[in-house]
């Protein structure tokens, strides 16, 4: 399996499964996997070529837009092959958080399933977006904002661990950073919140101390406009980092899981429950996702 790319087809309820044929039936490839169920492929379409199916158990009726506990297990049990059979790169269609808590596992997102299976040796798994030259790394994941937990030590060994990738991985020896400020206007020197003195800034010293070219922490609502001055934005939270990128590429945006042995990519769209089984999907996410590994 080393030389092959594993697609996951998401929750059997959302539209995994049909950008997934679409998707693969475009491109033409030759060193694909497909983790699914016959069942689910053929009630969503019909693949073009003989690709290898690897079949996950699902023995429930398939019901667009719903979220049942079977579409839960399904989706984690996808993700765990995937993680099993050790391929060149892993590419999931979505899933429903709300699916994997109903069948009783307890994760935010495929990124944290692919951490517990994947990691080794204290790796991080790391949200990092891609559209084109446009790249976001999100310094934290899936979580309510009054949960954010930011440290100078956090900050410092994601960024250091982004800059490794850029090296071994993208081939850019020294790649530029903009850092967010946490808080409006990075912060007015503390009226507005001391993240960015007590936190961010002494984290920025250290990393140019070690060599990485990153700015201070600059106020993010005029930031990202300036996209291409850098090589990545560094965003603290989600929504700060993902608004901006998809309201500039849309579809073209990828999830891209970095800081393990394998890279995983995924749409940067969820399930879309309100198209599922209507053969409305826009398949453009998962070609890019595919792309970006091939």
Known sequence: MENKILITTGDPNGIGAEITIKALNKLKLDNVVVISNKKILDFYGKLDSDYEIIEIPFDEDIQPGKVIKAGGEFSFSSVKKACELKGKAIVTAPVAKNALHLAGYDF?????????????????????????????????????????QLTKELVIEKITNLKEFFVNKLGIVEPKFALC??????????????????????????????????????????????????????????????????????????????????????????????????????????????????
Do not use: W
Not at 192 to 218: C, F, H, S
């Open 181 to 294: 400020g946490f808080n409006p206007h990075a912060g007015e020197d503390g009226i507005l919140g001391r993240e960015e003195i007590e936190i961010l800034q002494p984290a920025v010293d250290i990393l140019k101390g070690n060599g990485i070219n990153i700015t201070n922490p600059l106020p993010a609502d005029t930031l990202f406009a300036k996209y291409r001055d850098f090589d990545c934005i560094i965003a603290n939270y989600h929504d700060q980092g993902l608004i901006p990128i998809k309201t500039v590429a849309g579809n073209k945006t990828v999830n891209m899981t970095i800081g393990l042995d394998v890279i995983r990519t995924s749409p940067g769209h969820g399930t879309a429950f309100d198209i599922a089984g209507k053969n409305m999907a826009d398949e453009t996410s998962m070609i890019e996702a595919i792309k970006a590994v091939m």
């Open 108 to 148: 935010n997102g495929q990124t944290e399933i692919l951490q517990k299976y994947l990691a080794h040796d204290n790796q991080l798994a790391e949200m990092f977006f891609v559209a084109e030259n446009f790249r976001v790394l999100l310094l934290t994941r899936h979580c309510a904002l009054k949960d954010i």
